[in-house]
């Protein structure tokens, strides 16, 4: 079974979010419909050759975003109820929350962040 | 678990050396051939030294350039890592070693000393009372053989087993030149009948004692070491 | 069930005229990948060659696949495969000479195993050692390791020299090997990439000292470059976590290891406007603890 997983080494994001954006990929173009198995983390690892910890990474974060389920001893599925719009709506949410964070740690105000946003979907 | 290892280190040696020792054994064996075929053509004291000559060379530089090859040049060329990543110990490579070239060695140097007896006495170039100092001699080629193998083993360093090989041969030459001059060898040494005194066979002993206890020592002193690359 | 460590190493110590190994730990556990970094002669080759029992250290415990080493080390390479960037074979024999030696020495030698890595690895089992290229070289070396299937792997820099197309290939055999979920590596690269890629944990030595060990995600999570402005060239908060500084003008880039989301911060009070935050990667990340290592031993000389 080939995934077809193909990485830019240009890419400076942490491995483990770019296998995450693969796998959301396939969800999101019909490849991988709801309740599909996914490979197991050994065999997703051997196949595009990093380790086992990144992949273990990569599913964790996935399981806490709602996006697979996984059920001990049984491996892991897409998300039957996954929707795709909560989805991404999901994701905004958590950029939203940790540049929220950032902004209290530079003593930013709430108004000031705002203007921020504002000026970035310009 | 197969455990028979110094077999496959033995025969893993022959193998690679293969070449080497045929080549030897036969320019050996040629040797031989020629002083049989000398005999009568030339003057007999002259065949004498060029037969001694002829005789030892090749067996001396086998055991030489073999025990280079497996002891010295294996640390040197690197396979020693690839040898000791192996499920071999330090006793097993050891023994390995020894039971490569001292047989090796031994044999052609066994056929040596016998054709070298037989052309000296049968064909009577040399009186019979020159046998047990022939003896000396050839066992102190032994005696010096396995004390430059054990260096080898040990230290595996080509300048060291050079040094050793220069000591042991200046060495050898000096004690059999002693040995001719003690009174009990020289005595006998020109008479028509082999005398086997005290003197010899005291002298005879210790040189096989020494062999013996070079071997073990060797396999002593190996077995402490903890550093093997 | 208890199974053992693949590696287990306390308090290694191990004193050369020039350099000196010091306590030592290193632990991982069987399924996993452990990659060691650190610059030429930190130590990476020393501490190998203890795990392999080809070095006795000085002091301290070492196990391997839970047998003592070096006291029983014959029963741990049964099941260990060894290969060094300068280890050589015999030059006047074949390849297939060297695999049929292997033969005889391990009873799990897999014939269809070797065959497959034969023809994955494009070697060809006639060709003669001294007629090898170095990466045909290093190959034919990881073909003879892996083909016993042995339980832990130890690679001392396993792709150095070799050409992008042939790292691949090494890199690629080793993940395969994984495929097997009691399987182990242990390696040393100075090639970042190589480590970054496959580890599940990474150790970091410098001067014969280890420097950071822990999984691999973690490491790499801690580690952060904050990118600021000091218009009034004010002074830099005082942290502990501070492995470099640049300053260019009124501009800053500073590493910072342990990283906290607070740690922004310091510097806003401090003064300073905050442009970015960004990850490094672990050649980012080793330059950094080289850099830190030399100006701590710098200043420990000065005073």
């Not at chain 1, 996935?62 to 001990?72: A, D, F, M, S």
């Not at chain 1, 105000?109 to 970035?120: I, N, Q, T």
């Not at chain 2, 020109?190 to 005398?195: E, F, L």
């Not at chain 3, 310091?266 to 960004?278: M, P, Q, R, T």
Request: aromatic share 8%.
């Amino acid at each position: 079974m080939s995934l077809g997983f193909v990485f830019s080494q240009r890419d400076k994001r942490p491995m483990y979010q770019q296998i995450m954006e693969q796998i959301v990929q396939r969800i999101a173009v019909g490849d991988w419909p709801p309740d599909t198995p996914l490979p197991s983390i050994r065999q997703l690892a051997t196949e595009t050759k990093v380790s086992i910890i990144t992949v273990k990474r990569a599913y964790l974060e996935l399981e806490r975003e709602g996006v697979i389920v996984t059920h001990q001893g049984k491996g892991s599925r897409v998300n039957g109820r996954i929707d795709l719009q909560s989805l991404q709506r999901e994701e905004l949410a958590q950029h939203l929350a940790r540049a929220a964070r950032l902004a209290r740690s530079l003593g930013m105000a709430a108004d000031e962040l705002l203007d921020l946003l504002k000026k970035h979907t310009q | 678990m197969t455990r028979a290892i110094v077999p496959q280190l033995v025969r893993k040696d022959l193998l690679i050396w293969r070449r080497l020792i045929l080549i030897f054994y036969g320019v050996s064996f040629a040797c031989i051939a020629a002083v049989g075929a000398l005999y009568g053509r030339i003057p007999d004291r002259v065949l004498v030294n060029l037969g001694f000559t002829l005789l030892v060379t090749p067996v001396g530089t086998l055991g030489i350039v073999l025990l280079m090859q497996t002891n010295v040049f294996e640390k040197a060329k690197s396979t020693q890592p690839f040898i000791m990543s192996l499920p071999v110990t330090v006793r097993e490579f050891t023994l390995a070693k020894l039971l490569v070239n001292v047989p090796v060695f031994g044999v052609l140097w066994l056929v040596t000393a016998g054709a070298a007896l037989w052309f000296a006495f049968g064909l009577d170039l040399l009186p019979l009372g020159t046998l047990p100092m022939m003896t000396m001699v050839f066992l102190g080629v032994l005696v010096a053989y396995v004390c430059i193998l054990g260096v080898s083993l040990l230290s595996q360093s080509l300048g060291i087993t050079i040094l050793a090989i220069t000591f042991f041969e200046i060495g050898t030459s000096a004690y059999l030149w002693v040995i001719v001059f003690l009174d009990p060898i020289r005595s006998s040494l020109y008479g028509p009948v082999a005398v086997w005194n005290s003197t010899a066979i005291v002298i005879l002993t210790t040189q096989a004692f020494a062999a013996v206890a070079a071997t073990v020592a060797t396999l002593v002193i190996q077995n402490g070491k903890r550093d093997f690359v | 069930m208890d199974t053992p460590l693949a590696v287990q190493c306390e308090g290694i110590c191990k004193r050369y005229p020039h350099f000196r190994l010091q306590d030592v730990d290193l632990a991982f556990e069987q399924g996993t990948v452990m990659g060691l970094v650190g610059p030429n002669g930190a130590g990476k080759s020393t501490i190998l060659r203890i795990v392999m029992g080809l070095v006795g250290p000085d002091s301290g415990r070492v196990e391997v696949l839970g047998h003592s080493m070096p006291a029983d080390q014959i029963a741990a390479k049964y099941q260990i495969g060894f290969v060094a960037e300068d280890m050589r074979l015999y030059e006047s024999e074949t390849i297939a000479f060297h695999m049929e030696f292997m033969r005889s020495i391990f009873d799990s030698w897999d014939d269809d195993y070797a065959a497959t890595l034969l023809r994955r690895l494009d070697l060809l089992e006639g060709q003669k050692v001294k007629g090898l290229s170095h990466g045909q070289r290093v190959k034919a070396i990881l073909l003879l390791a892996l083909a016993h299937r042995p339980n832990l792997l130890v690679f001392d820099e396993p792709t150095t020299g070799l050409d992008p197309a042939v790292r691949k290939e090494v890199l690629d055999e080793m993940v395969n090997a994984l495929e097997d979920e009691t399987r182990s590596i242990l390696f040393s690269s100075h090639n970042t990439l190589d480590v970054e890629q496959i580890s599940d944990y990474i150790t970091f030595i410098y001067g014969g000292r280890i420097v950071e060990s822990r999984d691999k995600e973690t490491f790499l999570d801690g580690w952060r470059r904050l990118r600021l402005t000091n218009p009034n060239n004010a002074r830099l908060p005082e942290l502990p976590n501070i492995r470099d500084v640049r300053q260019s003008g009124s501009l800053c880039a500073v590493t910072v290891n342990d990283y906290d989301d607070a740690i922004p911060g310091e510097f806003v009070e401090a003064g300073l406007s905050l442009d970015e935050i960004e990850p490094l990667t672990l050649e980012e990340i080793f330059l950094a603890n080289v850099q830190h290592a030399k100006r701590v031993a710098g200043e420990g000389a000065v005073s």
